[in-house]
């Protein structure tokens, strides 16, 4: 398996991003996004919007997301 693209979003424009892989055609990414950004407010609480989601698209359509703190970077 072979990256071919990796998004870091933040916490506070999952919802928008959420709303265009639904509208797209990727309902499974926009569940997984959806899903961690729950697990994100559950865990992390008033602290949430100091993380983000990283997500990674690999050349066989999988697509891995992982919750990786605000100031990371690529």
Known sequence: MRI???????Y??????????SFVGDKDYARRLLSVKQDIAR??????PNYSVLATVYDDKITTVEVVPHNYKL
């Open 43 to 48: 865990v992390y609480g008033r602290m949430s």
């Open 12 to 21: 506070n424009q999952i919802d928008s991003v959420i709303r265009i892989q």
């Open 4 to 10: 071919t693209q990796k998004t870091l979003i933040d």
